[in-house]
């Protein structure tokens, strides 16, 4: 029975000594990315440099384990679930483990979900079985009950139950303990810090680990302390003769010449200065810090200290030492040479046979490697690797302290930064030119602001710059904006010497000022943001401020955008119909426009809700509905010969071509309606050519082989350029209004118009006019060359019951031209 008995007590302090902290991961379900630690990489058996994808990573977990984690870590991404379960792990090089993952959801500076992070601890080898280490560690008092001293404690540090040997232990005649508090058993001087550490333990939910002199008995006794239930329970045992030995042993310099920590033994002397004097250092401690024997013997431990070592830490020291007491830190240390380095020193009082004190013993653990991950891990945390500026975390942490201080009367400005067309670096020149841009854009940023601002970067091409008013730089925030702001726009104007390619590039900038009244930080973020799309919307490489009318906008925006909803789910929305007529007067045609006639609002222009629609994504189903609406307006046509030659042209929004389904839902539209493809003109604007031209040509193409028409709407408003307008497979160039309505009074507005004629008719493609008015303008036209027209001066939008109308009058008149309607109409 005992057998078995110790055999359990070695195995959870085996487990307990494995429950170490080994690696740090992050995944970020915006870029697909997963980062782990060097550690983690390590447990997992990864070579060096080794970039993981997240299903490479758990790949790696037992399979009969891999559904729960993946479930586990799926409920956190999406419903912000934390989690912690132990798994098995099969490293790469074909070692097990068990591990146990900790995760936690990854928030923006909004508190939307951007992915999950975590930690990872193993836990035991192979073998090991789940709960195994709570089991023990509740499990083990009634075991030990006729073996060990176990005792267990409540929240207040009192002793709840104790078995037989821990009262022998505690107290040699046996008196109950229940109820005495357990810091009271130990010399006066260790208790005020025995009983910190006690509560803090019951606080926090943690283990204890401790080895303090008995103040009844005077022997040394080893105390385990574990979680269980509100409280800890106690493994009590008698180390006085190994910790005994153990301080004999670390006298003999033979034995302690081989250990591979640092030992350093010093005299019991006072710690004025000179302080006590060194007796003796092991051949590691010349290893680690170049110095020799000889050179260090009778001076002071004072060498080893530097710059960095911090003061705190030698004041434990000391206040330890005047006490007799063990103490324990992590210290910086330097060699020889001036380089510094990590040690968990140990330092333990050395006593004779008669208790006199003789000697201080420092054993060393050179840490260094350790703490350079965690100030890597540290650093991952609160800065952006690309760049080296500080990344979300810290400035969201910075902003908060801004906020803060402003209660007491200091303000400042905050200033949203959006490289312009970036995007389009990326896709024609490739994300590696696109990281060298931003790390040159952080490097100019950086030296746009005085010491003390805050610049950081967001993710992908957004910056942050943080102002504050401060003592030291008492500039108005106002002012203080408006001249860095500049400063940004010429720096970040100026062009970038990338490998092979010298590139120029501008930024959109907005500012909120904040400080005159209470504001929380995602107020200010939002209001940075939003006052940067309207500098965006001012034709970019320019500064707008956030006022409370921009805000007023957002908004009516905002409302506009939920009854748009309503309407779309209640079928308030419907569909007009413009006739495109030839030069003899006859429909070739009609353009599909969507109407929207708000019961309070009265009827809304499209110039006002499309952008909504594209903003909130709706328009993406209800551009799938205009385009079924189409093809069965075509396909009731197509059985009318006097209707089967006519098309409808329907506008294709940038989102909803870029959608990955957009060609397969217009080949089914145009399937299930049994029409001819080249009867259905798709209508796309010139800002769809502005971003990842390649990939809208090949889907162009794509369109082009099944057979349905292309026209470029609004052309020369937009982004227009011959260089790229050649390899578009477009059938039609449509004159944007803007320039048909003053083409009779502005000759530039003329020229414009006759050059865009005379480049289709070289290029061979159709022309189309919009907004056509008067008879003057469309005589204009066609001497230019210019055939085909739509607008008012044939008939006004009409819906298709009215259309049908128009249409039958128009034929059952003599002649061929139809009536005019009034543009007034």
């Known amino acids: 029975m005992q057998s078995v008995i110790a055999h359990n007590a070695g195995h959870l302090l085996e487990l307990v000594e494995r429950c170490v902290f080994l690696g740090f991961w992050r995944f970020d379900a915006r870029q697909g990315r997963l980062y782990w630690s060097e550690q983690l990489a390590r447990l997992h058996g990864a070579p060096p440099g080794y970039t993981p994808t997240f299903a490479d990573a758990m790949s790696h977990y037992a399979e009969e384990h891999r559904p729960e984690l993946e479930a586990r870590i799926r409920a956190c991404r999406e419903q912000g679930t934390p989690f912690d379960v132990e798994v098995q792990l099969n490293s790469m090089q074909g070692s097990h483990t068990w591990v146990r993952c900790v995760g936690q959801p990854l928030r923006d500076a909004q508190g939307e979900i951007i992915g999950t992070e975590g930690v990872v601890q193993e836990i035991a080898p192979a073998g090991y079985q789940p709960g195994t280490l709570m089991r023990h560690t509740v499990g083990m008092g009634g075991a030990l009950g006729g073996t060990e001293a176990f005792a267990t404690i409540d929240r207040q540090g009192r002793i709840s139950y104790a078995n037989v040997q821990a009262e022998q232990l505690l107290t040699p005649g046996g008196e109950p303990?229940?109820?005495?508090?357990?810091?009271?058993?130990?010399?006066?001087?260790?208790?005020?810090?025995?009983?910190?550490?006690?509560?803090?333990?019951?606080?926090?939910?943690?283990?204890?680990?401790?080895?303090?002199?008995?103040?009844?008995?005077?022997?040394?006794?080893?105390?385990?302390?574990?979680?269980?239930?509100?409280?800890?329970?106690?493994?009590?045992?008698?180390?006085?003769?190994?910790?005994?030995?153990?301080?004999?042993?670390?006298?003999?310099?033979?034995?302690?010449?081989?250990?591979?920590?640092?030992?350093?033994?010093?005299?019991?002397?006072?710690?004025?200065?000179?302080?006590?004097?060194?007796?003796?250092?092991?051949?590691?401690?010349?290893?680690?810090?170049?110095?020799?024997?000889?050179?260090?013997?009778?001076?002071?431990?004072?060498?080893?200290?530097?710059?960095?070592?911090?003061?705190?830490?030698?004041?434990?020291?000391?206040?330890?030492?005047?006490?007799?007491?063990?103490?324990?830190?992590?210290?910086?240390?330097?060699?020889?040479?001036?380089?510094?380095?990590?040690?968990?020193?140990?330092?333990?009082?050395?006593?004779?046979?008669?208790?006199?004190?003789?000697?201080?013993?420092?054993?060393?653990?050179?840490?260094?490697?350790?703490?350079?991950?965690?100030?890597?891990?540290?650093?991952?945390?609160?800065?952006?690797?690309?760049?080296?500026?500080?990344?979300?975390?810290?400035?969201?942490?910075?902003?908060?302290?801004?906020?803060?201080?402003?209660?007491?009367?200091?303000?400042?400005?905050?200033?949203?930064?959006?490289?312009?067309?970036?995007?389009?670096?990326?896709?024609?020149?490739?994300?590696?030119?696109?990281?060298?841009?931003?790390?040159?854009?952080?490097?100019?940023?950086?030296?746009?602001?005085?010491?003390?601002?805050?610049?950081?970067?967001?993710?992908?091409?957004?910056?942050?710059?943080?102002?504050?008013?401060?003592?030291?730089?008492?500039?108005?925030?106002?002012?203080?904006?408006?001249?860095?702001?500049?400063?940004?726009?010429?720096?970040?104007?100026?062009?970038?010497?990338?490998?092979?390619?010298?590139?120029?590039?501008?930024?959109?900038?907005?500012?909120?000022?904040?400080?005159?009244?209470?504001?929380?930080?995602?107020?200010?973020?939002?209001?940075?943001?939003?006052?940067?799309?309207?500098?965006?919307?001012?034709?970019?490489?320019?500064?707008?401020?956030?006022?409370?009318?921009?805000?007023?906008?957002?908004?009516?925006?905002?409302?506009?955008?939920?009854?748009?909803?309503?309407?779309?789910?209640?079928?308030?929305?419907?569909?007009?119909?413009?006739?495109?007529?030839?030069?003899?007067?006859?429909?070739?045609?009609?353009?599909?426009?969507?109407?929207?006639?708000?019961?309070?609002?009265?009827?809304?222009?499209?110039?006002?809700?499309?952008?909504?629609?594209?903003?909130?994504?709706?328009?993406?189903?209800?551009?799938?509905?205009?385009?079924?609406a189409a093809c069965a307006q075509l396909a009731l046509w197509a059985r009318r010969p006097d209707r089967a030659h006519l098309s409808i042209a329907v506008n294709v929004s940038v989102r909803q071509f870029r959608h990955p389904d957009f060609i397969d839902e217009v080949m089914s539209c145009v399937r299930r309606a049994g029409v001819p493809p080249g009867k259905l003109k798709l209508e796309l604007t010139e800002s769809l050519l502005a971003d990842n031209l390649e990939s809208v040509i090949a889907k162009m193409r794509n369109l082009k082989e099944m057979g349905v028409r292309l026209s470029v709407d609004d052309f020369g408003i937009g982004y227009s350029s011959l260089s790229y307008l050649k390899r578009l497979p477009i059938d039609e160039l449509k004159i944007d209004r803007g320039f048909v309505k003053d083409i009779l009074t502005d000759g530039n507005d003329a020229a414009i118009a006759g050059t865009i004629i005379g480049l289709c008719r070289n290029l061979g493609l159709d022309v189309i006019a919009e907004g056509v008015e008067t008879e003057e303008q469309r005589q204009f036209l066609a001497r230019q060359g210019c055939h085909r027209y739509q607008g008012y001066l044939f008939c006004k939008p009409l819906p298709i019951e009215e259309l049908e109308a128009f249409i039958a009058r128009v034929e059952g008149e003599a002649g061929i031209t139809p009536e005019p309607s009034s543009a007034a109409s």
């Open 177 to 628: 303990l229940v109820g005495r508090k357990i810091w009271s058993f130990f010399q006066k001087r260790a208790r005020l810090r025995l009983e910190e550490r006690f509560l803090h333990a019951l606080e926090q939910g943690e283990g204890l680990e401790l080895e303090e002199m008995d103040a009844q008995v005077s022997h040394w006794l080893e105390l385990r302390g574990f979680p269980f239930g509100a409280g800890l329970a106690l493994h009590l045992r008698d180390v006085s003769a190994r910790r005994q030995a153990q301080q004999h042993l670390m006298l003999l310099e033979g034995s302690i010449a081989r250990l591979n920590d640092i030992v350093i033994i010093t005299e019991a002397a006072p710690f004025r200065a000179p302080g006590p004097r060194i007796v003796f250092v092991n051949e590691a401690f010349e290893r680690r810090t170049g110095y020799t024997r000889e050179e260090v013997i009778g001076q002071s431990p004072r060498l080893l200290q530097g710059p960095n070592t911090e003061r705190a830490q030698l004041d434990r020291i000391r206040a330890a030492l005047e006490q007799w007491e063990r103490v324990r830190v992590d210290l910086v240390n330097y060699t020889k040479g001036g380089e510094p380095y990590w040690v968990d020193l140990d330092v333990s009082p050395v006593w004779d046979d008669t208790r006199r004190l003789t000697h201080w013993v420092a054993v060393g653990r050179d840490i260094t490697e350790r703490k350079r991950d965690e100030e890597k891990i540290q650093y991952l945390a609160f800065y952006d690797p690309l760049t080296q500026l500080p990344n979300r975390q810290m400035l969201l942490d910075r902003l908060n302290e801004a906020v803060g201080r402003n209660v007491q009367g200091r303000d400042g400005a905050l200033m949203f930064i959006d490289l312009d067309n970036f995007k389009v670096l990326n896709d024609t020149l490739g994300h590696q030119k696109g990281d060298l841009l931003l790390q040159q854009v952080a490097r100019r940023l950086r030296h746009c602001v005085a010491k003390g601002d805050l610049v950081a970067r967001l993710g992908g091409d957004e910056f942050v710059v943080l102002l504050e008013n401060t003592p030291e730089k008492p500039l108005d925030p106002l002012t203080a904006a408006q001249v860095v702001s500049q400063r940004i726009l010429q720096a970040l104007g100026e062009p970038y010497v990338l490998p092979g390619y010298l590139h120029h590039s501008t930024c959109s900038i907005g500012v909120t000022l904040f400080g005159k009244a209470p504001s929380s930080v995602s107020e200010l973020l939002k209001q940075a943001d939003l006052a940067m799309y309207q500098a965006k919307a001012a034709g970019r490489n320019a500064v707008r401020f956030f006022d409370p009318e921009m805000q007023a906008v957002a908004s009516e925006n905002a409302a506009l955008a939920a009854d748009l909803r309503s309407a779309w789910r209640d079928n308030h929305l419907n569909i007009e119909y413009q006739p495109q007529v030839g030069m003899d007067g006859r429909m070739t045609g009609v353009e599909a426009l969507l109407r929207w006639e708000h019961p309070g609002r009265g009827p809304v222009q499209p110039e006002h809700f499309i952008p909504t629609a594209e903003e909130t994504s709706l328009i993406i189903p209800i551009g799938h509905w205009v385009l079924e």
